[in-house]
């Protein structure tokens, strides 16, 4: 980026997790805090809505300032502030956007309202700094799945995205079917690394045509298979269900630079999480030549840099986001 | 001393500024009945800017910040909320988190009578709350409640009292209160929690110091989530 840097403050609330981030110039994190609310959720089997907006109202203060303390920063060193508008939970979404309100409100600093999907992606460029679009992207997660070719900043052509459950729902729903618990793609990849990923050749939906992907089958095929061979081992169909997801998903993301002709690929959400994901991703973009771009763990999960990220780009190309804006729960990106 | 108070208990936006005299300036957009989505996420945040340019002042003269807590609807509650908590984080100013029912029932401590909000709670239940006159002003009898709209029309009738009933609730079931013996309604111009209550309200408690850290204030709710609910009442 060229000019002079933009230090953001970032605010994620639109889902399960609240979070903030001080990023210097859309690449430089200085810090992030990120506020679980897994353990609120975890007897319900999936996020409650309720609970997360509830929630996220008694941690913002907490978090805010804690990202500002780690960050060494004072609410006047700031640029600007952002916060994740959309998509996500409508209660939740809301809690974010007012407090981001409220922050450029005092020190007046302009606000920009940034899209999840779209910091998702850029959270790959704050483990690389170098990396630059173009680029094929993948974003999974519990809510979404979305195979995006970024052809420059702010500049996006949807390839595909799921037809019925994202790729994480897939996790969670077999995850509880099998007993392993919540959230499910954590619980899966555990139990899955003492199965046998080949065990059982469950149907890779899909595969063969476009770039959309399709998951409720493949949980079909789960439950019936348990309830043909109530005997099986656990683990290994754990490892089989994950393979066939991983598979999948690798194959339409290579598939999406093969034809976009782009030879960088990335990753996002929290299904990029995913050991057997990450460790076949980057095997084969190896062997097919291309550049991958694997991000550690905690920018795959929801986290507010990936927002304050974004926003230096947004704010540089668009200006900023009107105060008299609120939320969009179903924000497209392109 | 400057007050900022913000109630976003109803569909209205209220905001206002005031001090130990009384309001200086008030802002409500909407009213307590209005249709379509609710617009407190646009609305409230260039309305306290909008009030604050006009009075002259920055927001750097605020000394506390007055916010309604609910019950009340629950978009509305996580927008004023929120917003009253950074800013009072970002101003390095206290909270003073006062109930929207009883911002309701103040204005009315001349009545004489049972004073009885009523606030709709959807689902046709109402939160409600009981107040009689004392010396000076009014006091609450009982909790604050949630309930069916006859649950309130129930008690009224037990205690076969005097009462003004008010609120967007007493205004959405009318009908129902209009039946009772010795029971009157407020009218539209108390179907929203008061301002000037709220200012009045909260200068007594910052004169008293209750003062609470932004980070403790929470919405009053009544209800729970369905999630919890459903939880309480699963098969074994
Ligand atoms: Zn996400």
């Known amino acids: 980026m060229t000019g002079v840097p933009l230090r953001v403050l970032g605010i994620e609330t639109s889902c399960d997790e609240t979070a903030a981030a001080v990023v210097d110039d859309g690449r430089d994190t200085l810090s992030s805090v990120v506020a679980s609310q897994a353990d609120l959720h975890a007897r319900f089997g999936g996020v409650v809505p309720e609970i997360a907006s509830r929630a996220h109202v008694e941690l913002i203060n907490d978090v805010i300032a804690q990202a500002l303390v780690e960050a060494g920063v004072a609410l006047g060193d700031l640029d600007a502030i952002a916060a994740t508008h959309g998509p996500g939970l409508a209660g939740a979404l809301l809690v974010g956007v007012s407090a981001a309100k409220a922050l450029a409100l005092v020190t007046g600093a302009p606000y920009v309202g940034v899209n999840h999907h779209e910091a998702h992606m850029y959270a790959a460029m704050l483990d690389d700094p170098a990396l630059e679009p173009p680029m094929c992207t993948l974003v999974a997660s519990g809510g979404h799945t979305l195979l995006v070719a970024m052809d420059g900043h702010g500049s996006y052509r949807v390839l595909g995205q799921t037809v019925d459950d994202a790729a994480g729902e897939a996790f969670d729903k077999v995850a509880r079917f099998l007993g392993l618990g919540y959230p499910g793609g954590p619980a899966i990849d555990r139990v899955a690394l003492e199965g046998d990923p080949t065990a059982i050749p469950f149907p890779r939906p899909m595969l063969a045509d476009g770039l959309d992907f399709s998951f409720s089958g493949l949980k079909t095929a789960v439950v019936n298979y348990v309830r043909r061979n109530p005997d099986a081992e656990v683990a290994d169909i754990a490892a089989s269900f994950q393979a066939a997801v991983v598979d999948v998903l690798v194959t339409k993301l290579l598939r999406a630079a093969q034809e976009t002709g782009m030879t960088t690929v990335v990753i996002g959400g929290g299904v990029a999480a995913n050991s057997a994901l990450r460790t076949r991703l980057l095997d084969e973009a190896d062997a097919a030549g291309l550049r991958v771009v694997v991000p550690p763990l905690a920018l795959c999960t929801d986290n507010a840099a990936m927002i304050a990220a974004v926003a230096a780009y947004r704010l540089r190309a668009d200006g900023p986001t009107p105060l008299d804006s609120g939320a969009t729960p179903n924000l497209r990106l392109a | ?236």
């Open chain 2, 1 to 236: 001393m400057q007050l900022l108070a913000i109630d976003t208990s109803t569909r209205r936006v209220g905001v206002a500024l005031g001090d130990a005299s009384g309001v200086q300036a008030l802002l409500a957009i909407g009213g307590p009945c209005d249709e379509g989505p609710p617009r407190h996420a646009e609305e409230l945040v260039p309305a306290i800017d909008h009030l604050v340019r006009r009075s002259g002042g920055g927001l750097d003269r605020i000394s506390a910040i007055a916010v309604s807590i609910g019950p009340g609807m629950f978009t509305g509650l996580r927008v004023g909320v929120t917003t009253a908590k950074v800013l009072g984080q970002a101003l390095r100013v206290p909270l003073i988190p006062i109930v929207s029912l009883d911002l309701l029932a103040y204005p009315l401590h001349y009545a004489g009578s049972l004073v009885v909000p009523v606030m709709d709670a959807r689902r046709h239940e109402v939160y409600y709350a009981l107040y009689q006159p004392v010396p000076g002003g009014i006091q609450r009898i009982g909790n604050y409640e949630m309930g069916a709209v006859e649950d309130v029309t129930a008690e009224l009738a037990a205690r076969g009292q005097e009462a003004l009933v008010c609120g967007d609730g007493a205004l959405r079931f009318a009908s129902a209160f209009a039946d009772l013996d010795r029971v009157d309604l407020a009218g539209s111009s108390h179907g929203t929690p008061s301002l000037a209550a709220l200012v009045e309200l909260a200068v007594a408690r910052y004169e008293r110091e209750e003062f609470v850290a932004p980070a403790d204030v929470v919405p009053l709710y009544l209800r729970r989530s369905d999630a919890e609910l459903a939880w309480d009442h699963r098969e074994p």
